[in-house]
T-cell receptor
Framework: GDSVTQMEGPVTLSEEAFLTINCTYTATGYPSLFWYVQYPGEGLQLLLKATKADDKGSNKGFEATYRKETTSFHLEKGSVQVSDSAVYFCALHTGFQKLVFGTGTRLLVSP | GAVVSQHPSWVICKSGTSVKIECRSLDFQATTMFWYRQFPKQSLMLMATSNEGSKATYEQGVEKDKFLINHASLTLSTLTVTSAHPEDSSFYIC?????????????FGPGTRLTVT
C-alpha cells in the first residue's frame, strides 16, 4: 500500500542553520505530496504542497520539490528560526481523499 | 484560516467506561470529517471518514462497534470509544474538509489524549 517514510528526529539546529528533513514515498499512481507542521498545542497546518512531478511547493521560507525519479519530497529551509520549532509531517494524498502520513520529525531550534 | 476544535483536549477514564470526543469546525461547514489515531512516534493512522448525515466509512481493522462516529451536522462530529480498555489509550485527532469534489485540504483539530486506566 501507499506509505511515507521520513527521517527520525529530533533534529536539533542552531538559529540560522540550514534545514533538510528527508521524506520518501511509495504510492501507486500519481499522488499529491504535502508537508504539514504542528506547533505545540495546535493542530496540524498545511505548510506546502506539490501536485505533480517537478513541482516545487514553498511557504514561509520552506521549500520542497516533488521528485518522481527518487520518489522524494524533502523539506528545506535556508535559515531556520526558533519559531520554526515544531513537528513536521510529510504526507501523500491518494485519489480517495485519504492522507497517508509519515511518522513526523521534531525540529528543535536553539537561539 | 479555518479552525477546528476538539473537546476535551485530554481525558482519563476507567476501563470499561465509554468516552465521547467532539470535533467542531468553527468557521466553516465540513462536509467530510476524518478521525485519526496517533501512537507515540508513529504516523497518524486514519480510522474513519464521516460524511454529514450518513454512516461513517471505517478503515480496515478498525472496530466500528467500538469506535462510534456520528456526524450529525455540518459542524460537529463525535467519536465515542465504547467499553474502553488500556490499549485504546492514544492521541485522537480529527480533521475537517470543506467543499466537495477534488478539494483535498483538511483542517486539523489539536487532538485529544485519551488515557484508560
Amino acid at each position: 500500500g501507499d506509505s511515507v517514510t521520513q527521517m527520525e528526529g529530533p533534529v536539533t539546529l542552531s538559529e540560522e542553520a540550514f534545514l533538510t528533513i528527508n521524506c520518501t514515498y511509495t504510492a501507486t499512481g500519481y499522488p499529491s505530496l504535502f508537508w504539514y507542521v504542528q506547533y505545540p498545542g495546535e493542530g496540524l497546518q498545511l505548510l506546502l504542497k506539490a501536485t505533480k512531478a517537478d513541482d516545487k511547493g514553498s511557504n514561509k521560507g520552506f521549500e520542497a520539490t516533488y521528485r518522481k525519479e527518487t520518489t522524494s519530497f524533502h523539506l528545506e529551509k535556508g535559515s531556520v528560526q526558533v519559531s520554526d520549532s515544531a513537528v513536521y509531517f510529510c504526507a501523500l494524498h491518494t485519489g480517495f481523499q485519504k492522507l497517508v502520513f509519515g511518522t513526523g520529525t521534531r525540529l528543535l531550534v536553539s537561539p | 484560516g479555518a479552525v477546528v476544535s476538539q473537546h476535551p483536549s485530554w481525558v482519563i477514564c476507567k476501563s470499561g467506561t465509554s468516552v465521547k470526543i467532539e470535533c467542531r469546525s468553527l468557521d466553516f461547514q465540513a462536509t467530510t470529517m476524518f478521525w485519526y489515531r496517533q501512537f507515540p512516534k508513529q504516523s497518524l493512522m486514519l480510522m474513519a471518514t464521516s460524511n454529514e448525515g450518513s454512516k461513517a466509512t471505517y478503515e480496515q481493522g478498525v472496530e466500528k462497534d467500538k469506535f462510534l462516529i456520528n456526524h450529525a451536522s455540518l459542524t460537529l462530529s463525535t467519536l465515542t470509544v465504547t467499553s474502553a480498555h488500556p490499549e485504546d489509550s492514544s492521541f485522537y485527532i480529527c480533521s475537517a474538509r470543506a467543499g466537495t469534489g477534488n478539494s483535498y485540504e483538511q483542517y486539523f483539530g489539536p487532538g485529544t489524549r485519551l488515557t484508560v486506566t
